[in-house]
């Protein structure tokens, strides 16, 4: 069961007992990343609910913080339907390409099939920030290219920091 509350006519967010909340301060893990999720295609509150019992038990990562959920319009490829987009914070000791390449599984993993940007997908993983680095490969940037002017992002991320 999730809170609705209406912020404005084009977003929504839901809190829930696994989503906009803290779990842990404390890991033997020695990495804090923070990755935004998404998706819009099926029932994306469940999957999420799904990954997160999955990152549960999940030996490689910890789980610390989930935000809220929003729900917010697409952009891109604004012909499809509304993204459900939240944010939790892991514990990893992966480095950076082998933790991308882990994301990617488990997309794939949730059914995630890329076939053009902005696509509509089962299950959207982006890294936002991994510690305090910055990365520029052609793989892989972070802090996450534009995360701060994506609602996406920001909603979510502020949830997280307060």
């Known amino acids: 069961m999730y809170i609705k509350r209406k912020l404005n006519e084009s977003l929504i ?16 893990h020695r990495y804090r ?20 019992m ?12 989930t935000s809220l959920i929003l729900k917010n319009p697409p952009f891109g490829f604004v012909a499809q339907d509304d993204f459900l ?8 000791s992966m480095q950076p390409l082998a933790f991308l390449e882990y994301l990617h599984r488990v997309e794939k993993k949730f059914a ?12 959207d993983l982006d890294i936002i920030f991994f510690e305090n680095r910055v990365i520029k ?3 892989l940037t972070i802090p996450h290219e534009s995360w701060s002017k994506r609602e996406s992002v920001t909603i979510p991320l502020m949830d997280i920091k307060r």
Request: glycine fraction near 8%; charged fraction near 35%.
């Open 13 to 28: 967010t839901f809190k829930g007992l696994r989503f906009g909340v803290k779990l842990r301060e404390k890991s033997s």
């Open 33 to 52: 990343v923070t990755v935004g999720i998404g998706g819009n295609v099926g029932d994306v509150k469940r999957r999420f609910e799904h990954l997160y």
């Open 54 to 65: 999955f990152l549960k038990r999940d030996k490689r990562v910890e789980l610390l913080e």
């Open 85 to 92: 987009n939240s944010i939790i914070v892991l514990k990893v």
């Open 112 to 123: 995630r099939k890329r076939s053009f940007a902005n696509a509509p997908r089962t299950l």
């Open 137 to 139: 490969t052609p793989r």
